[in-house]
């Protein structure tokens, strides 16, 4: 079975500065890998995806996550945050196929000015 | 692509009551999941179909809950005997099958809470 592990439950940053999140995740194949973002009562909106070629793919709001096999990563990357960019962030892996999507449990990004 | 569709966006109910959830997906999209999602969690799978065929359900889908797609195009989401427990947001998704790794888009999800 496929499974999701997102370490940090909440992460503070300052605005200006740079943001890891991190994404660990469990699947027997070659997964298929995606980052949401969620603002308070609202839906997921994808940020970036990933399921072959190059390991490091580019997003939607100048966000980045790089695929590591090697240590079944799969971690979010944005090199100067905004205030705009507080909210849930999931991580999710999906099989062959994309059937359904498996979600960690989240991060929450508080930004401080 | 006027994105995912769901509505109610809120839902207060009394325990024991059946309620039922619409989502209208992208028109061109020909599946369509349902997540489940309580606080502090990810959303969890919970059924999805492609055009009218329901393919696979979870094991958090109990028989209290149904759900129906009938012409391929909106989903319905009911359950039955509300209770507590059921307080959460229901999440649609769709996504097409044209090309590998299609992406799921989510709607603004339905919010229940069961006094």
């Known amino acids: 079975a496929q499974s999701v592990t997102q370490p940090d439950i909440h992460i503070t940053v300052s605005e200006g500065a740079s943001l890891e999140l991190r994404c660990n995740y469990s699947?027997?194949?070659?997964?298929?890998l995606f980052w949401y973002v969620q603002s308070p009562g609202q839906g997921l909106q994808l940020l970036l995806k990933?399921?072959?070629?190059?390991?490091l793919v580019q997003g939607i709001k100048g966000f980045e996550a790089e695929f590591k096999r090697s240590q079944s990563s799969f971690n979010l990357r944005k090199p100067s945050v905004h205030w705009s960019d507080a909210a849930e962030y999931f991580c999710?892996?999906?099989?062959?196929?994309?059937?359904?999507?498996?979600f960690g449990t989240g991060t929450r990004l508080t930004i401080i000015p | 692509d006027t994105g995912v569709s769901q509505n109610p966006r809120h839902k207060i109910t009394k325990r024991g009551q059946n309620v039922t959830f619409r989502c209208d997906p992208i028109?061109?999209?020909?599946?369509l999941y349902w997540y489940r999602q309580t606080l502090g969690q990810g959303p969890e799978f919970l059924t999805y179909?492609?055009?009218?065929?329901?393919?696979?359900k979870s094991r958090l889908l109990s028989d209290r809950f149904s759900a129906e797609r009938p012409k391929g195009s909106f989903s319905t989401l009911e359950i039955q005997r509300t209770e507590q427990g059921d307080s959460a947001m229901y999440l649609c998704?769709?996504?097409?099958?044209?090309?590998?790794?299609?992406?799921?888009?989510f709607g603004d999800g339905t919010r229940l809470s069961i006094l």
């Open positions: 028109s061109e999209h020909n599946r």
């Open positions: 998704a769709s996504s097409s099958t044209r090309g590998e790794g299609q992406p799921q888009h």
């Open positions: 699947y027997g194949a070659t997964p298929y």
């Open positions: 990933y399921f072959s070629g190059d390991t």
């Open positions: 999710a892996v999906g099989a062959f196929g994309n059937e359904k999507l498996t």
């Open positions: 179909f492609q055009n009218e065929a329901q393919l696979e």
